[in-house]
């Protein structure tokens, strides 16, 4: 008679066709109670858990792991699983393999790469090798998720351990990496959002701003503060004119957050409440919302079918611009002088696009208010001085401000301000309170921090293209995004709203077409006077097309570039963002070409496009260290900008070279790094162990990615839309661009080879860390 099997009473037996779906998510494949295959006993002291200790050979002892035999279980018609115990598989995985402690498996790590699991079937009796850094980083990933779980031990499918990358890493973000990047400020999502890694005061009480003009919302908040005493949460309402230069200076050693559009709600008594509308972050240290992230964050939620999360997030905006004056760079006190790259219409018209049209009614009004927000943006933002240049008609990043911008590290500007505080005999902090204050005068310290912010607003913090000239410069990019605003506006007008759009708030309509004579005139229209139509919009398209072509395009060098309103002359700088003409639409058919043909293998590398060229760039030495936005590096909003671009002139082969080269290397990253999605990439050596100013974002977890970084998940999603079947099963065995093209290759790799640039993932990542 055999043995009876003793098991805990706490687990429950299920059959195989009623396990979960192997790819299902953590929550659904770890939840509920805990579960085991029945199955029959080899070992009566191995019943509940199965023993990893075995010390994989290799190296020397190579010979005696026993060989994979015919006979072994089958993958295929009998998919393996693996009975573990959770805590002591941690345990064993990070002391073997985990050589530089850093609690991932990569392929740095010097381990064995091999360990032996025990196997369902055979009550963890008998065992099967997992092999390789993929394999044993998921391995690393799925124990802590179940760890997340409360589990003890578990059953695992091989399969989670062996799948296609791409369908790994796509499915982490849609299921996972939104999740954990969804914040709401509110009672309930406060204690998360308030914390500000920026915040260089030293005091940490939570704070908040409220919109003046909303009594509701600064009650609701004082409810909170007298509900939740332990937050010590600190309510403040904001003045009318929240973004007075002079006022949000003197928030500096008081920095707060700042409030969001809310929804009311039963408060299930029988009541009402303010609820936050949820949003997404970009990630790691940034943990508020942000503008231009916003935007390719949201083009990643709607190929995941997340439209409603990307709809709040207009929300938002529009809320921003009522009360705030503009978008803001971020939701944070510092920020209130300050903008970033605008995105609104296309944002909102894409959305909308994808809303349910059987609600016709209530999607019609919720973009009227997009529209309506954005042409106040547009009027009192981005063609008001002193952004708009009235000689050229073209517009700058130049926003307001006074003093030193406070959410740097402390010690960010002290090689600039060091010499003008030994002129004063004074300390770098008693000269920075000094200035500060107004008490000491230093107009070229003003110009400095004026091109500085500039630089912030822009969103390309920062780059030698530029350094010290930023606020004075109509950039290439900020034009097609306004000549998109443009048209988007006029084309809602037409035909969204019957060619008539009554705008519902008071402000002042700058003079069209702009020039000196017309904006020295301090008298403005009102916006209430009259109804928006859309012959004016594309008068106002038009004409910035026109200026774009007289100014910023080169013909001779078959590329545009930014032009210095202060200089009157192109700047020379050649940036990737050139590009964004063609996702804008105001490239002609011949400019396209030629941008194509000509100057796209400027900019166009193995792992995507970088964001300028290296000869623009100039030498790179210890007095002149690298910056983020210049090259080698590759930034996920140059490539989507670029791919749909490509599309929308019908440059389809090329937008799918240049989206492969890209989820190329993210691939490989998560491959071998433990799943790792990085705000950035060095696109020459196809790594993100960059060392370039601030470090790369996203890339400090222990075990498991829990949120990737926004736009880089969104740039996956919407890269992955970009290539047919065959290039997806490309990427993900890791296929080269160049072995899978077979055009430039040869090329590139002699170029490579005769300059003794490596290619080859591991010895890139050493090369990183020895660096």
């Not at 849609?174 to 260089?200: C, H, M, Q, V, Y």
């Not at 949201?298 to 997340?306: A, I, Q, T």
């Not at 919720?366 to 933002?381: D, F, G, N, P, S």
């Not at 008539?500 to 000196?516: G, I, N, R, S, V």
């Amino acid at each position: 008679m055999a043995p009876a099997v003793n098991h805990p009473t706490s687990v429950t037996f299920v059959d195989d066709h009623t396990h979960h779906h192997a790819h299902a998510d953590a929550a659904t494949y770890y939840g509920g109670v805990e579960k085991h295959s029945r199955a029959r006993t080899y070992s009566h002291s191995q019943i509940y858990t199965s023993n990893p200790r075995r010390t994989p050979a290799f190296q020397e002892d190579w010979h005696m792991r026993a060989r994979r035999l015919s006979h072994d279980e089958k993958h295929v018609s009998n998919p393996r699983r693996f009975l573990i115990d959770v805590e002591e598989t941690i345990r064993v995985v990070l002391e073997q393999e985990d050589t530089d402690g850093d609690f991932q498996i990569s392929v740095t790590d010097a381990g064995p790469k091999m360990m032996a699991l025990g196997t369902a079937t055979s009550n963890g009796f008998k065992t099967f090798d997992i092999r390789g850094t993929y394999m044993l980083s998921n391995l690393l990933q799925e124990l802590a998720l179940a760890r997340d779980h409360n589990r003890k031990r578990i059953i695992l499918d091989e399969t989670r351990l062996t799948e296609n990358p791409v369908d790994r890493l796509s499915r982490m973000i849609k299921n996972s990496f939104w999740n954990s990047l969804t914040r709401r400020i509110d009672g309930d999502g406060l204690e998360i959002i308030t914390a500000d890694p920026k915040n260089r005061t030293g005091r940490v009480q939570p704070r908040i701003y409220v919109p003046h003009g909303e009594p509701e919302m600064a009650e609701y908040y004082r409810k909170v503060a007298r509900e939740k005493p332990h937050m010590n949460l600190d309510v403040v309402v904001l003045p009318p004119k929240p973004d007075d230069p002079v006022f949000v200076k003197s928030l500096n050693s008081k920095p707060g957050l700042l409030a969001l559009a809310m929804n009311e709600v039963d408060d299930g008594k029988g009541g009402k409440t303010l609820k936050g509308i949820p949003f997404i972050v970009p990630g790691a240290r940034f943990n508020e919302l942000y503008n231009w992230d916003s935007y390719f964050i949201s083009l990643g939620l709607l190929v995941d079918g997340e439209v409603q999360m990307a709809k709040g997030m207009v929300d938002h905006f529009i809320f921003e611009i009522k009360h705030y004056n503009k978008i803001l760079n971020g939701s944070r006190s510092y920020y209130l002088c300050r903008t970033q790259p605008p995105f609104l219409t296309d944002m909102a018209l894409q959305i909308y696009n994808q809303l349910d049209r059987t609600e016709y009614e209530a999607n019609t009004a919720w973009l009227k208010r997009a529209i309506q927000a954005a042409i106040k943006e547009y009027h009192t933002v981005w063609v008001a001085e002193p952004r708009m240049d009235p000689k050229t008609g073209l517009s700058r990043f130049r926003p307001d401000g006074l003093g030193i911008p406070p959410e740097t590290e402390a010690t960010h500007f002290t090689h600039i301000l060091e010499p003008y505080a030994a002129k004063h005999g004074l300390s770098v902090l008693e000269f920075s309170e000094k200035y500060n204050n107004g008490i000491l005068k230093e107009p070229e310290l003003d110009e400095y921090f004026l091109h500085d912010r500039a630089v912030r607003e822009s969103g390309h913090d920062t780059t030698y293209r530029f350094e010290k000239r930023c606020a004075n410069l109509a950039t290439i990019d900020l034009q097609c995004l306004l000549y998109k605003y443009e048209v988007d506006i006029g084309t809602a007008i037409r035909e969204v709203f019957d060619d008539e759009l009554e705008l519902e708030e008071d402000f002042a309509l700058q003079p069209f077409p702009p020039t000196p004579e017309a904006y020295a005139n301090p008298k403005r229209e009102s916006s209430k006077s009259r109804l928006q139509n859309s012959d004016e919009w594309f008068e106002r398209a038009e004409f910035r097309r026109q200026q774009i072509d007289k100014y910023l395009w080169n013909e001779s060098k078959s590329l545009y570039f930014d032009y210095d309103t202060a200089q009157e002359q192109q700047i020379l700088y050649e940036s990737v963002t050139a590009f964004w003409a063609l996702w804008a639409g105001c490239a002609s058919d011949e400019q396209a070409y030629k941008l194509i043909t000509r100057s796209l293998k400027k900019f166009e590398v193995l792992g995507g496009l970088v964001s300028g060229t290296e000869e623009s760039r100039g030498k790179i030495s210890l007095d002149r260290p690298n910056r983020q936005w210049d090259y080698p590096y590759a930034w996920p909003p140059h490539q989507i900008m670029t791919w749909v671009g490509m599309e929308r002139y019908g440059y389809l082969d090329d937008a799918q070279r240049l989206a492969y080269r890209f989820l190329y290397m993210m691939t490989t990253a998560f491959v071998d790094f433990n799943g790792v999605v990085p705000e950035k990439f060095d696109a020459v050596k196809l790594s993100h162990l960059v060392d370039a100013e601030y470090g790369n974002q996203g890339i400090d977890f222990k075990m498991v990615p829990r949120e990737g970084f926004g736009w880089m998940n969104a740039a996956y999603q919407v890269g992955l839309s970009f290539l047919n079947t065959h290039m997806r099963r490309a990427v993900a065995t890791c296929t080269s661009p160049e072995v899978f093209f077979n055009s430039a290759a040869s090329r590139l790799s002699e170029s490579a080879a005769n300059s003794g640039v490596i290619t080859d993932p591991l010895s890139l990542a050493m090369e990183a860390l020895n660096l």
